[in-house]
């Protein structure tokens, strides 16, 4: 006897089929649980529209799936849907996908233009300057390691460390200064 045989009848033994009426109600009373991924809500409706429609077509059933899919969804995609209803199953999905990984911590940025969502290929910056040689992280920069304060001296504008633009705005800083700090 072949496994696949084998397998459905210890299924039809064991597991007792769902009546169709069931399913259905089943399947139009689908929704994400919360802290379900989109793949597991999308592979829990199929399996229950493979249930509750199997006199159907698989247009009818593809369908039915793409419409409960942009109700049943979390609302966190549907305000994404209301923006731009999908054409398909597939860049609803996708959409999904998207938005989905954008909310896990040190993903991309999405851009948002005229032809919907791209990523970037930058990462938010989790610390915008580099650390100086030899010095911990998390100690904060000083004058002395500041490149800006080091690069311009007093002619420096105001970066945290001085109000270097306050003094050269109202003259109280000479060429002669400027040029002994560097």
């Known amino acids: 006897m072949p496994l696949t045989t084998l397998l459905s009848t210890l299924r039809a033994r064991i597991v007792p089929p769902i009546p169709p009426i069931e399913a259905l109600k089943r399947f139009s009373e ?10 597991q809500f999308t592979l829990r409706l199929r399996k ?10 698989y247009s009818e059933v593809e369908n039915a799936i793409y419409s409960k899919f942009l109700q049943g969804v979390d609302v966190r995609y549907r305000k994404d849907f209301n923006l731009h209803t999908p054409a398909s199953m597939a860049e609803a999905e996708a959409r999904a996908r998207l938005v989905e990984s954008l909310e896990e911590p040190g993903t991309t940025c999405p851009q948002v233009n005229a032809m919907g969502y791209q990523h970037t290929t930058t ?13 911990p992280q998390s100690q904060s920069t000083s004058r002395n390691d500041c490149y800006y304060c080091r690069r311009f001296g007093k002619l420096a504008r105001s970066c945290g460390h001085n109000a270097g633009w306050l003094r050269s705005m109202q003259g109280l800083v000479t060429q002669d200064e400027a040029t002994d700090d560097q």
């Open 30 to 39: 689908c929704n994400q649980r919360q802290g379900e991924s989109i793949n």
């Open 48 to 57: 229950l529209a493979r249930q509750a429609m199997q006199d159907k077509t």
């Open 123 to 135: 990462k938010h910056a989790q610390n915008p300057t580099p650390p100086w040689k030899g010095r």
